[in-house]
């Protein structure tokens, strides 16, 4: 089940976000400046990055130790952002006030929290399971 779980939280974040982000509302947003784009790009560079490091950490060395705490220190990170966005004057909506939700929840809460939740319950889960 861990496999599984840590698998599924890197291809929301190693894969999903690049793809939902990398055109004109992130990366190539007129309305950005340089400097945040270089952050954002940084961003999504190293999460992939990290996503592939811990897809062969489980899959080639059946290692999910590690990989289940790099998956929850970037999923972990993304809530952790959401929560204290209001002290930094973050947002997830659009500057057109638009946001990309599901039952009026933000779609990265939704697959992040559910991810964050599962490498949980999967790592508690392996606890048990081992004498």
């Known amino acids: 089940m861990k496999k599984v779980a840590i698998t ?5 974040y190693a894969f999903a976000v690049p793809f939902l982000e990398i055109n004109n509302t992130h990366v190539f947003n007129p309305d950005w400046t340089p400097h945040v784009r270089i952050h954002e790009v940084w961003q999504l560079i190293t999460n992939s990055g990290i ?16 990989s289940g705490i790099l998956s ?13 966005k209001d002290l930094y004057g973050g947002d997830m909506r659009y500057l057109d006030g638009s946001e990309k ?7 990265g809460i939704i697959g992040f929290g559910l991810a964050f939740v599962l490498l949980l319950v999967s790592n508690a889960f392996d606890k048990k399971s081992k004498p």
Do not use: H, P, Q
Request: hydrophobic share 60%; glycine share 10%.
């Open 72 to 84: 929850l220190l970037v999923t972990g990170g993304f809530l952790l952002a959401y929560t204290i």
């Open 101 to 107: 939700a599901l039952f009026g929840v933000n779609i």
């Open 8 to 12: 599924f939280t890197v291809l929301l």
């Open 51 to 66: 996503g592939l490091l811990c897809l062969w950490l489980v899959w080639y060395k059946n290692e999910t130790r590690i």
